[in-house]
């Protein structure tokens, strides 16, 4: 149903007391004429006022939508695949999949939301690759923790890539300072040769308990070239869950600012014991 603007309501309220008022002071077979005069004239301005005020500006935005989305071929096909399926999905009879189609419309609109404030997630499935893509993208440092699973992450195929990469991206100057963070000190002696590993590779590695670092551990983080910050959501069990990035200067200096403090209570692998501890290390 469409109502009249607030443009319309006010000229013609203006239109009906003007012609009132144009009859009334108008004299015998005037009265008409005049009446309708003046309620032509005051459509007519009215219906102009509408256009200029609530339609344009319409028309100008949808025009301006359609020059951006005429320019970005991606997004003129997404458009016109979306809008074929909705019309696929309302045609089917289906509740079920227009369900399940509104739900990936509800992510796909969260997820650009978080794209206009400069973040994104990453969902469980897509870490691997993204992680590859991430330690190819550092061009002078690389600060992150490690407290995820072996199993998960340095044992697998694609991590025993990204562990290699990691070495070629400090062959190239890239700064890798990396906290791995234990549950307990059996933990701690189970990866001493894997620690020494990355050590005599050039990475810069720190090593601190979890009940060192005020209690339960919920996730890894990362800072690379103090441009992009992000945290991996861990399981109870330190598995994999999604991972949230962000390019937003304030969150990007609130994590590395939490990675001091982290550093701050852990030993650096391989230091002299007046070195050990980053805290006592002279400002």
Do not use: C
Not at 58 to 84: C, F, M, W, Y
Not at 95 to 106: F, G, I, N, S
Not at 136 to 158: G, H, I, L, Q, R
């Amino acid at each position: 149903m469409n109502f009249m603007t607030v443009y319309e309501v006010g000229g013609l309220s203006v239109t009906i007391l003007a012609a009132i008022l144009a009859y009334l002071r108008s004299d015998g077979d005037a009265k008409k004429q005049n009446a309708i005069l003046v309620s032509l004239i005051g459509t007519v301005f009215t219906m102009l006022i509408s256009l200029r005020f609530g339609v344009m500006p319409q028309i100008e935005s949808h025009l301006v939508l359609a020059e951006r989305i005429n320019k970005t071929p991606r997004v003129l096909q997404l458009v016109d695949g979306i809008a074929t399926a909705i019309r696929i999905a309302d045609g089917a009879g289906n509740p079920l999949m227009r369900h399940v189609l509104q739900a990936r419309l509800d992510n796909i609109e969260r997820e650009m939301s978080l794209v206009t404030q400069g973040s994104f997630v990453v969902p469980t499935d897509e870490v691997p690759e993204f992680a590859i893509r991430l330690i190819k993208s550092a061009k002078s440092s690389f600060f992150a923790t490690s407290y995820v699973k072996a199993a998960d992450w340095w044992n697998t195929s694609w991590g025993r890539q990204y562990e290699q990469l990691n070495y070629d991206a400090r062959k190239n100057g890239v700064n890798i300072t990396r906290i791995f963070i234990f549950s307990n000190a059996s933990e701690r002696n189970a990866a001493a040769a894997y620690l020494q590993t990355q050590r005599s590779n050039g990475i810069e590695v720190w090593t601190v308990m979890a009940s060192d670092v005020g209690g339960r551990v919920t996730s890894d983080m990362v800072v690379v070239d103090d441009t992009l910050g992000g945290e991996l959501a861990l399981t109870p069990d330190k598995g994999i869950q999604s991972a949230k990035f962000t390019t937003n200067t304030q969150e990007i200096d609130a994590l590395k600012r939490r990675l001091d403090l982290l550093k701050a209570s852990a030993e650096l692998l391989g230091a002299a014991p007046a070195e050990t501890k980053a805290r006592d290390i002279a400002p």
